[in-house]
């Protein structure tokens, strides 16, 4: 499967280099253009630009988003939905807020683009391990991306949990369940 990666610090560069490594083709960016260079000596297409990384890809586009969560993710959906249209599918792999998630979702819904939010949990080790994946958006959307969750993930280690929201949430109480076990 093709897919765009925005974002590729610790979490976002290691994820694309296992989807490299599971035969999917990345088209990879970030601000930071020595990242850049990184996932394209792993494999990756790199690119300089999100309009170059939205022309690089074919439809439907399948763009995960791996930013900080609030205004960073905002900002990049605003700047990539002129350039999208009906039936491209965004994801956003990062620990937003699941009211925010639902918010994007209906905006992108409106203009025909599915929105898939995927709490993602494995760290450093995800790479090597593979990531728990948390799911949630339309049947149909998450059917689509299937094959990328199934590399990303161990075997067994990807869910669909709802809709839009949902796989914010449930990534929300797994780190406060997390976190209080560590306590």
């Known amino acids: 499967m093709e897919l765009g990666m925005i974002g590729l610090g610790r979490m ?5 280099e296992r989807l490299l490594q599971g035969g999917h083709r990345v088209v990879a960016y970030d601000r930071n253009p020595e990242a850049v260079q990184t996932a394209a ?4 297409h790199g ?5 170059e990384l939205v022309t690089a890809l074919p439809t439907p586009r399948v763009i995960w988003v791996m930013v900080p969560a609030g205004a960073p993710v905002d900002s990049t959906l605003d700047a990539l939905l002129p350039q999208l249209q009906a039936g491209d599918i965004m994801i ?5 807020l699941y009211k925010d998630s639902q918010a994007r979702a209906a905006r ?4 025909g683009i599915a929105f898939v939010d995927v709490g993602t949990s494995g760290g450093i080790w995800g790479l090597r391990e593979g990531y728990c994946l948390m799911a949630g958006g339309t049947p149909e959307a998450v059917g689509y991306i299937q094959p990328i969750l199934e590399t990303l993930a ?8 709802g809709p839009s929201g949902a796989g914010h949430y449930t990534k929300m109480i797994h780190n406060g369940i997390e976190y209080g076990m560590m306590q």
């Not at 976002?12 to 694309?16: E, F, I, S, V, Y």
């Not at 000596?41 to 990756?44: D, E, K, M, N, V």
């Open 12 to 16: 976002g560069g290691n994820m694309t």
């Open 41 to 44: 000596a792993a494999g990756a």
């Open 47 to 51: 690119v300089a630009s999100l309009d």
């Open 92 to 96: 956003d792999g990062g620990n937003s």
């Open 108 to 111: 992108l819904a409106e203009r």
């Open 154 to 161: 161990p075997n067994g280690g990807n869910a669909h949990v």
